[in-house]
Structure formats: structure tokens, C-alpha cells
């Protein structure tokens, strides 16, 4: 969909080759189609979707994760409905509230925010989530969808879904590329790595897969047109590590020390992804910063997803 190859999003920083693929500027274009298709939606069939998100404990960066999540949903228009439990709630009430979430018919996506506490089974509940409002993409059922690909695919999972998008969106050619991706997680790297292998314009990627036990991970990066870092290593990879002109994806965020920001006054992380930005920056031919880059794409994908679910269920959208 050439609709999408544009590339406006590609800005050029002082000093280096690289153009920059902004993930703030690609976030806010698709929040816009987002508010505006619920719109239409609403005056049309009088529903809004619905978001349950569902978190346990207080964990910090989980109360911010759910809250950038909820904030988001609302200025959307969506209905959101936040539960806040208990550290010590109990299995047997974790999923009857999942399970209600499941009947109601105002809700299109459950989330349940990760990782939960010792004595609850991660893995028991996600699979209790019904995989028609799985907005996560993480129930077997829609990982084995992806697999399939093509119009199999329901729910991507979110952070490979907006690395997908960014790529598309800065008009970086895939279909035949050598794409690398570092890292096999279940929610990063197997899963990207699967969505640009698939037989598609915008996949048809040959793709390797790195980890920890890959031979000569340079060599590996150094053939890559398109290189996918998510090691959670900062600074990992480095200037002599890519391919001139190649596109690097950064998914990394490191929090290695703490400041006090500017304009609030408060402390704040200093973050870090997986690659030497300063200097990879020179080299390659688009990347992706951190912070501003693959990190607001990830929430953005989870409203993409909410909407769809709605629309799957009105059937105006396909499976
Ligand atoms: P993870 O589950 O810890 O997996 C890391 C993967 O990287 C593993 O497969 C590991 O190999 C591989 N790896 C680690 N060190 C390596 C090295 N030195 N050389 C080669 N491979 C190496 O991590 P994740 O959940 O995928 O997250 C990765 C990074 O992305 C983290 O920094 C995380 O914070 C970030 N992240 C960002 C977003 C977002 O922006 N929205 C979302 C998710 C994750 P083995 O399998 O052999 O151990």
C-alpha cells in the first residue's frame, strides 16, 4: 500500500548520515485515523471500542505503562475501564474478573499488564483471555494466526506491529531484503521475525534470527539491509557492525541512570537502546532514536488493535 510508503517521516539530524525515523510523528498520524474511524463508527452503529486493562500490584513502570495506556484510550473516545488489584489477589479472582470482561459486550480488548505477581500463573492467564479481544496478541491462538500470516493474522502483537508500521511508513523497501533481527523473545523478536518472512510486498524479508548463542553476531549484523535490535543490551551494537545505508530499528530501552528533567523537575530515567546511536547514526541510512522511536508505536498498535477487534465484530473488517 503505497498510501503508506511516505517519507515525511524521515527527518535528517546535524552531523549525521542517517535519517531519522520518528515514532512521536507516526504515533500521532495514526491516533488521528484511529479518532476519527470511532467517530464514524459511533454516529454509525452507535458503539465505541472498548478497553479493559487490568493491573495487579504497584509495580512503577507498570502504573505508568497502564496509565499511558488508559490516557490514551480516552482521548481516543474509547470506553476504558481500569481495574487496579491487589498484590495479593488470588488466581480464582483474577480470572473471574477476566472471565466477565470476556461476556461483556462493550469491551473489545482485555489487557492485563505484565509480569504479575510470583503466586499468579502468567501463562494460566493469558490463555483465559478470550482470543477475540486478546489485544496483546499474546493467547496461542493469535501467535499461531500470525504464523499463518495474511488474512489469518487478528492481532499482531504490538511492539513487532509498530516496527512493522514504522518500516512500512518510512518507505523502507523489505521484499527481498536481508532483515537481522537480534534477539528471539516472544514478544519482540520471534514474532517480527515471523511477520517479515511472510509472503507479502511488505514482508518477503530473508530473515536471520540472532541470540545469545549466534557465532560472529557482527559478521551476521553486518549483511543485514535491515537490522532489529531487541537484546536488552545498551550499546551493543556498534558503528563497524552495520552495513552502510542500512535501516536500524532500535527496540531496546535501557534505563541506566537518572536525571532530573527539564521541564518538570522531576526525576526521570535516562534511557539507552541496544545500539551506539552517536556513532551508528553516521553509517547507517535510517534509524530509530531512543527515546521517541519504536517506544510510542507500541501503545499506538494496542489502540490499532482495540479498534479492530470492534470492527471484526460488526464485520467490517474481515478476519
Ligand atoms: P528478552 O526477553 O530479555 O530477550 C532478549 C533477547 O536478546 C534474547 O533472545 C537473548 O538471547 C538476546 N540477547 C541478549 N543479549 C544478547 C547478546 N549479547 N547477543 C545476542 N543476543 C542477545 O527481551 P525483550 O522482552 O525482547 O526486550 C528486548 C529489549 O527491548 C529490552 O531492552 C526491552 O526493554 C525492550 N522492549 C521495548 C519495547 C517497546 O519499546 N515498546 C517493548 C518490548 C521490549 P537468548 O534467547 O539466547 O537469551
Known sequence: ND???????????S????????????????????????????????????LATILVGDNPASISYVTLKVETANRLGFKEIQENLPEDISEEELFALIAGYNKDDTINGILVQLPLPEHIDEKKVLYAIDPDKDVDGFHPI?????????????FPPCTPAGIHEMIIRAGVNTDGAEVV????????????????????????????????????????????DILIVAAGVPGLVRPEWIKPGA???????????????????????????????EAVSKIAGAITPVPGGVGPMTITMLMQNTLNSLKYKLGIMQV
Open 181 to 224: 533481527v537480534v534477539g528471539r523473545s516472544n514478544i519482540v523478536g520471534k514474532p517480527i521475525a515471523n511477520m517479515l518472512l511472510q509472503k507479502d510486498p511488505h514482508a518477503n524479508s530473508t530473515v536471520t534470527v540472532a541470540h545469545t548463542h549466534t557465532k560472529d553476531l557482527a559478521a551476521h549484523c553486518r549483511r543485514a
Open 3 to 13: 498510501m503508506h510508503t511516505d517519507k515525511k517521516y524521515l527527518g535528517r539530524g
Open 142 to 154: 493469535n501467535i499461531g494466526r500470525l504464523m499463518l500470516g495474511g488474512s489469518e493474522v487478528k
Open 15 to 50: 552531523k549525521m548520515a542517517a535519517k531519522l525515523i520518528k515514532g512521536i510523528e507516526i504515533r500521532e498520524e495514526i491516533l488521528g485515523d484511529i479518532r476519527k474511524e470511532v467517530q464514524k463508527i459511533s454516529n454509525k452503529y452507535g458503539v465505541i471500542p472498548g
Open 247 to 277: 535501516c536500524v530499528i532500535d527496540v531496546g530501552v535501557n534505563r541506566i541512570g537518572e536525571k532530573i528533567s527539564e521541564k518538570t523537575g522531576k526525576k526521570v530515567a535516562v534511557l539507552r537502546g541496544d545500539v551506539d546511536f
